[in-house]
Each structure stands twice: as structure tokens, then as C-alpha cells.
């Protein structure tokens, strides 16, 4: 299953990359908005637990789609991504309804919601795995950047993953970057 998750996140950041922004926007055909990518610290502490089971660095690939609704100020639009762990930890494919607001200056806050699909463990297994407690989980991103131009920007990038309690083991597993994005 690891080798699953690495292959798709090899396609996926090989496939979003652009090698020209000409060529990239006559790909993207109006229908996508923004592939992003980054490096982000697998399972890190935080203010709901104060302990790792897991480690590595995750690759994230994002693409975030087009159509989109304008709610208080900034824009909703779909978003779909993978972090796959370079340590053969675990790995999760989401889907999130995601809210942008930007700035005049170039700055941006983004919020969202959604649900992953991971591949570790549900239960606890081993000291050094989490316990997530089901294979589908909520899937909560934040991210603060700055658009750097018309294309390019940079970002933080938080998100969690986690049961919400609706099962008896839910660790969650949190996540934290840095992210590039390319706006067509």
C-alpha cells in the first residue's frame, strides 16, 4: 500500500509541475485555478497532543479547481491532494471545500473542509504508529501566504486529520510546511 501512495504522489507532483505557464494554462482548459506543492513535517506536536509516533517529511501535492463561489469576501473552490510520508508512515489522499481570502497587498488566508483517506493504522498497533481509528477522516487545512506575483506564491500550510471522536481511538495526525503555488 505504501508503494500505492508514493506512485500516486510521484504522478501527481509530475503531473502538476509546470514546465511553461503557456503550456500549463492550455492544459489547465479554465479548469484548474492553482497546483500547489511542499515538504511538511509528518506528525508534529501541537496543542491537542503532546506526543509523535510517527516521523519523515511528507511530500503534498494540491490541485485546486476552478469554478468557484464567492462567500464573505474570498472564494470557495474544491480542492484535491495527497501527502505521501517519505518515511513509510502514513499516507492520505483528500478532498476539501477550501475558502481563499486575499489581500490587495499579496497576502492570503485559506480555510477548509473536507475528508482524507489514509493508509495507516486504525488501531493501536505498535508504539511508533498512530491510531486513527478509521480509514475515512476529516480533513482540516490552514494556510497563510503571499502571492508573489500573477503566478507564483509561497505559504504556510497546516492541516489535520482526524475522527472527530466518533470512534474510540482518534489520535489524529497533524502536519505542518511550507508550500509553493502556481496561479494560472
Do not use: C
Amino acid at each position: 500500500m505504501v508503494t500505492f501512495f508514493r506512485a500516486l504522489a510521484i504522478a501527481v507532483v509530475v503531473t502538476l509541475i509546470p514546465i511553461t505557464s503557456a503550456f500549463a494554462e492550455n492544459v489547465a482548459g479554465g479548469l484548474v485555478h492553482e497546483v500547489k506543492g511542499g515538504v511538511l513535517v509528518h506528525d508534529m506536536d501541537n496543542m491537542w497532543s503532546s506526543f509523535r509516533r510517527e516521523g519523515g517529511a511528507d511530500i503534498n501535492a494540491e490541485v485546486i479547481f476552478a469554478p468557484s463561489l464567492d462567500i464573505l469576501g474570498g472564494k470557495v473552490r474544491p480542492a484535491l491532494g495527497a501527502s505521501v510520508n517519505t518515511s513509510g508512515d502514513t499516507s492520505k489522499i483528500y478532498l476539501d471545500a477550501r475558502w481563499e481570502y486575499g489581500a490587495d497587498n499579496g497576502l492570503f488566508f485559506a480555510f477548509g473542509v473536507g475528508g482524507a483517506i489514509h493508509n495507516g493504522e486504525e488501531h493501536l498497533v505498535s508504539s511508533n504508529k498512530k491510531a486513527l481509528g478509521s480509514k475515512i477522516l476529516f480533513h482540516i487545512p490552514i494556510e497563510i501566504g503571499y502571492h508573489i506575483d500573477t503566478h507564483h506564491g509561497v505559504s504556510v500550510y497546516f492541516d489535520h486529520i482526524s475522527n472527530a471522536y466518533t470512534q474510540t481511538e482518534n489520535e489524529g495526525l497533524d502536519t505542518l510546511g511550507l508550500r509553493y503555488g502556481y496561479r494560472y
